[in-house]
């Protein structure tokens, strides 16, 4: 990744710190957004501190004036866009679909789904006029299995998956390559999140599904980014990786 830039949305924490992180270690110069302005100002220097080249940049992905800003400032800070990590992402409150809120659906659609056409749609406006480029769009084991009491997320990450297939198709041959990645059960502060509002019963009953009997690490998630983005795998195109431990395949 030497000499190139990736851009992460959702780089405050968890997996798209993580992924942040591994871009900057292999070489590339990194733009981190997210809508916590604080929190992502602080990954940055963080990793500005390590020696690496970052911009932070607050941006909320269901605002697409801000996520045209979010690659604008990218470009005009870094010259170019060589490959995009669209993570965002929130949970939906947990209820039966009949008492789902109007409220809650259209903000979890507005990032998940939104959010994610948003980002690819302004970063593949600089990318085919560089003529090359890779993303990658965050869907989830939600984004192909079905889920009690969460058909808002699982929906949105359902239709993240199409997204990426389609857009796949458009830009194959313009040298742009768009793929989706699926994490299953991750350590992330969303996890935490989920345990500190009951749900560590229900995600412990998952976690005894997963093969490798174990939460994945965010590193995992950022080595199988990375690798989506760069040139080994210059053949992968509109593809759904699993990285779920297993859990996917019973």
């Known amino acids: 990744m030497k000499g190139k830039v990736a851009l992460v949305t959702g780089a405050a924490s968890g997996l798209g710190f993580a992924t942040a992180r591994a871009f900057a270690i292999a070489g590339a110069a990194v733009a981190l957004a997210d809508w916590d302005e604080k929190a992502v100002q602080a990954a940055a220097e963080k990793l500005a501190a390590e020696g690496y080249q970052t911009l ?3 941006c909320d992905v ?6 045209e800003e979010m690659v604008s400032k990218t470009i005009a800070t870094f010259g170019r866009l060589d490959a995009a990590y669209n993570n965002a992402g929130v949970q939906n409150e947990l209820k039966d679909a009949a008492d789902q809120t109007r409220d809650d659906f259209d ?32 869907s989830s084991i939600g984004g192909i299995l079905g889920g009690a009491q969460r058909g808002t997320y699982h929906g949105a990450k359902h239709g993240v998956i ?10 194959a041959a313009q040298g742009i390559r768009i793929n989706s990645i699926c994490p299953g059960l991750f350590q992330t502060p969303m996890s935490d999140k989920m345990i500190a509002e009951g749900q560590k019963e229900a995600l412990d009953a998952i976690l005894q599904q997963v093969p490798v009997a174990r939460l994945g690490r965010p590193e995992e998630i950022a080595s199988a980014v990375l690798f989506l983005c760069s040139d080994a795998a210059s053949m992968v195109v509109g593809h759904t990786l699993m990285v779920d431990g297993g859990y996917s395949i019973q």
Request: proline fraction near 0%.
């Open 107 to 138: 903000r979890v659609t507005a990032i998940n789904y939104g959010g994610v056409w948003s980002s690819m749609k302004y970063e593949l406006q600089h990318m085919r006029k560089q003529g090359s480029g890779a993303i990658v769009n965050c």
């Open 62 to 67: 269901s605002d697409d004036k801000q996520v």
């Open 56 to 58: 932070a940049i607050k």
């Open 162 to 171: 199409g997204l990426t297939k389609s857009a796949a198709l458009e830009y």
